[in-house]
């Protein structure tokens, strides 16, 4: 194929995503509504996963924090091999079943905390065995696969099984499969902090104030929300160190 071809084939399998997506969606508001009940009732979530899973699992956890201001302790992404296997492969980390409890009980786990394990295969060992552990000490469970009937939605509680087909790229699950369990993860993500009031109206009014674009983007946002000049909004933004808590001192309460 030219270079052409290939980019249209790949956009092509790609635009098949979402739709798989959609065919869950019963599946994901099933495993969100008993998760916002775990964590509103003091749990934490966890994700575990190999290789591109572990990364996205990782990757959706740090987001949180910055963007809602949550402790980094309230979603907690481990992935197989430890931190090293962010930017290496350890490929044969997936292989024990026994180390994700090992590695969740690190946290002191317990039976307030949700744990959702994600492998698009669905035959992972690492991802069963840490579910099937947690089953055993009463822990809810949830997964994100791409297979249908596969061991890991066995053994989980909530299973979301998102079917993307054959990869462009014969067994690539970092491709379709990737995309897929990134846009789950988005969604299980933010409909919790939703849930948790951590955004008002649709705007991000807890996040860290961390870099020049995200004191504007809260300068602008205090703007909307008080009709005050963009120097008076900036200083009460400082003022406060938040988006919430400077609307809230602007109203004299509660936003």
């Given at each position: 194929?030219?270079?052409?071809?290939?980019l249209?084939?790949?956009?092509?399998e790609?635009?098949?995503?979402?739709?798989?997506?959609?065919?869950?969606?019963?599946a994901?508001?099933r495993?969100?509504?008993?998760?916002?009940?775990?964590?509103?009732?003091?749990?934490?979530?966890?994700?575990?996963?190999?290789?591109?899973?572990?990364?996205?699992?990782?990757?959706?956890?740090s987001e949180?924090?910055?963007?809602?201001?949550?402790s980094?302790?309230?979603?907690?992404?481990?992935?197989?091999?430890?931190?090293?296997?962010?930017?290496?492969?350890?490929?044969?980390?997936?292989?024990d079943?026994?180390?994700?409890?090992?590695d969740?009980?690190?946290y002191?786990?317990?039976?307030?905390?949700?744990?959702?394990?994600?492998?698009a295969?669905?035959?992972?060992?690492?991802?069963?065995?840490?579910?099937?552990?947690?089953?055993?000490?009463?822990?809810?469970?949830?997964?994100?696969?791409?297979n249908?009937?596969?061991?890991?939605?066995?053994?989980?509680?909530?299973?979301?099984?998102?079917?993307?087909?054959?990869?462009?790229?014969?067994?690539?699950?970092?491709?379709?499969?990737?995309?897929?369990?990134?846009?789950?993860?988005?969604?299980?993500?933010?409909?919790?902090?939703?849930?948790?009031?951590?955004?008002?109206?649709?705007?991000?009014?807890?996040?860290?104030?961390?870099?020049?674009?995200?004191?504007?983007?809260?300068?602008?946002?205090?703007?909307?929300?008080?009709?005050?000049?963009?120097?008076?909004?900036?200083?009460?933004?400082?003022?406060?160190?938040?988006v919430?808590?400077?609307?809230?001192?602007?109203?004299?309460?509660?936003?």
């Amino acid at each position: 194929m030219t270079v052409a071809e290939l980019l249209q084939h790949i956009n092509n399998e790609d635009k098949t995503v979402p739709l798989a997506v959609e065919k869950a969606l019963p599946a994901i508001e099933r495993l969100v509504e008993a998760l916002t009940e775990k964590v509103k009732n003091g749990g934490r979530l966890f994700y575990i996963g190999a290789g591109t899973s572990g990364r996205l699992g990782v990757l959706d956890a740090s987001e949180c924090p910055p963007t809602y201001s949550v402790s980094p302790d309230l979603v907690i992404g481990i992935i197989a091999g430890g931190d090293l296997a962010l930017r290496n492969s350890v490929e044969n980390a997936e292989d024990d079943p026994k180390q994700a409890w090992l590695d969740l009980e690190s946290y002191a786990i317990d039976n307030q905390d949700f744990v959702i394990g994600i492998a698009a295969s669905g035959t992972t060992p690492y991802v069963i065995g840490g579910l099937m552990e947690c089953s055993s000490h009463g822990i809810s469970t949830g997964c994100i696969t791409c297979n249908l009937d596969s061991p890991l939605a066995a053994a989980a509680d909530y299973p979301i099984e998102v079917v993307v087909g054959p990869e462009f790229v014969t067994g690539s699950t970092r491709m379709k499969s990737g995309t897929a369990q990134k846009l789950v993860l988005n969604m299980i993500s933010t409909s919790l902090m939703i849930q948790l009031g951590r955004v008002l109206d649709n705007r991000m009014v807890d996040m860290q104030l961390s870099n020049s674009k995200l004191l504007d983007r809260g300068t602008k946002m205090v703007m909307h929300y008080t009709a005050l000049p963009y120097d008076a909004a900036a200083a009460l933004l400082m003022a406060n160190g938040s988006v919430r808590r400077a609307v809230d001192a602007f109203n004299g309460g509660k936003s």
